[in-house]
């Protein structure tokens, strides 16, 4: 393997400005060592809107841990969007992502994926994760937030006899509702599992009261827990453990987790902070790009928009994979409505907009 | 949503340039505005419709280069092979004009930006071509594109070597003309590395001595890599079969074929009979449709088959080239056809031609532009007190 690098190197002689790589993705995209990508190798659909797929990533891949996120690169119209999926498989195994139709990416992947399709990847990446040490665990999840949960339930369960699993999920019925089947029967088969399956269209929403938990998990207060959904969901659980127990923290040290304490999962964030703005010129000077902006467009959408290559990661702003130095000018974070700026000062481009004109060094 | 601008304040928003361009004359503003609405129109046409086959169409064309590429430089490595010497270097040139043409060109200008593949973009394209493609694309881009066809400003206009426009002055030295164009044209490659450095813009003082010397590093860098290539690394391998000396002929003649080439074709976009050159004059105060009537008038076709706007990497559609130089390159034969509808409409004249028809008219203007004009002589007697 050492000689590989120098016979490649004395390859390129032949044929810079290429790479060999260049000549061996001409055979399997996968050798592109430039660009992380992925084979498909198999797609299963789970409910009607919805399937798992499960790839091949090339080398620069890493082993994801229980409750990770990779992003995910699909051309859709020839042009490249990049999303971020929870990866559903458990840790060790192959990784696969589990999909729900909810958008112009996710159509394309739930819809039109067949194995032998190429996926561009980005590593796992994520703090949402298992602890270090045994504790017992809630799990409260809502929709496609069961997605993560589904990958620590399968690390856990069946190879730990002294786990202690308690997930509740929360689902509008059971056709939508992901995984039901399977944690059904992990739940039967391990005693280290209860499942309970809330469907809102039959029992009403999932309220967030300590006698209802109390009702579907008696030692819920004893219990690390987890909670992964929609906004709202979160935003009432976060109330609800602020206010009954310890500070909710959303980025544990993994294994610190107190008695009693809460850690999130964000799956999309309100970007209301901007409405109603003006923006301005934006200027991406090492791009020489100029485009005007309005102030509720992400700059990263702006820059991408522009065609130029920005970088990018969960378009939250959570993983700062889209900081970009500021030059000059004034950002409006789009969550709390913000006005910031210091000129050298790394601006997360996905979830701030111009407020009047804006220099980046990009 | 967003809008983007190539050059936001570089262009009036209404109005005239102090002098317009001859060939436009008969036109109102009103025209003129007008005419930059309807191609305005057209691009945004075009990017409506750009999309997979777009793409299928550019990694199409990489990977017909690549596979040429690969079996060219291969088969010459058994050059001692008079079948194989043949096939390794008719393979060889046609990629490297495809390489250079209608994917380095066209990717530099950044008309494949839009997929968002760092494989082929703008930022991070490098091409089989003597000069960075950074440098190239600063003289490209910046200035060529942005002062088409301006004496004084556009340096292209005859590549500070040849004279190229009457409204260059004669010198003594421009007899050469015929004899520097012909001798440029087998290593038209090291032709533009060197004027991508810009050195009378250095000796003029308008570039900077940091600049010059980091220009030169990175094109010493680019040359070395690029010669050992071609006339070290492919020879010594072709040693092993004994066709050291023939796959070096191999490459030299495959790099003529395409210098000489992209020099015919390049020279046919802005030279030939019927392409207009201006004064700073007619810039000053441009609009956006005076700026398309300039591109339009200061540029030339070269009509023919579709292997002929392949291999020209869509330069035969120069117009329209230069009226959209980031619209993807397969899009232009269709644009064409509406742009030369727009100048018959508004009367501007539409340059274009067969490839012979065309070259031979360049060359007739670099003899003819060799010797003074009339009326030199008799000028600088009237001159002289």
Redesign the interface.
Known sequence: MIRLPRLARAAS??????TPE??LA?FNPVF?A??LRGVVTRVERETENSATIYFRPGSGWHAHRAGQWARIGV?L?????WRSYSLSAAAGQDPAITVTDAGAVSNVLVRNTRPGDVLFLAPPQGDFVLPEHPRALLMLTAGSGITPVMSMIRTLVPRRPDADVVLVHSDRTPEVSLFREELNELADQFPNLRVTHWFTEERGRLEFTAAGLDGLCPDWRSRAAYACGPEGFLDDAEVFWAAESALPRTDPEPGAADPGSLTIERFSTSLAGGAGHDGG?VTFEA????????GE?PLL??G??????MPSGCRMGICHSCLLPLRAGQVRDLRTGEVHGDPGQLIQTCVSAAAGPVNLDH | MTTTLTRPGALAASGHPLVRPPAARHLTDEQIAELGVELDAIRDDILAKRGATDAAYIRRVIKVQRGLEFAGRGALLFGRNRAAWIAGTTMLSFAKILENMEIGHNVLHGQWDWMRDPDIHSTTWEWDFVTPARSWQHTHNDLHHRWTNVVGKDRDVGYNLLRMDADQPWTPFNLGNPLYNAMLAPVFEWGIALYDLELPEYNEGLKSKADLKRDLKAMGIKAVKQFTKDYAATPAVAMLTGSGKQALYGTLVANAVRNVWAHAVIFCGHFPDGTDTFTEEMVEGETRGDWYVRQMIGSANISGSKLMHLMTGNLSHQVEHHCFPDLPSNRYAEVAVRVREICNRYGLPYTTGPLPKQVASTWAKVFKLALPDKGFFKKKKTTTP
């Open positions: 002689a032949l044929i810079t400005p290429l260049d000549f001409l592109s430039r660009q051309e119209d020839g042009v490249r969007h010129l791009s020489d790009r100029e485009v005007e902006a309005d467009t959408d702006v991408e928009d522009a065609g130029i290559l």
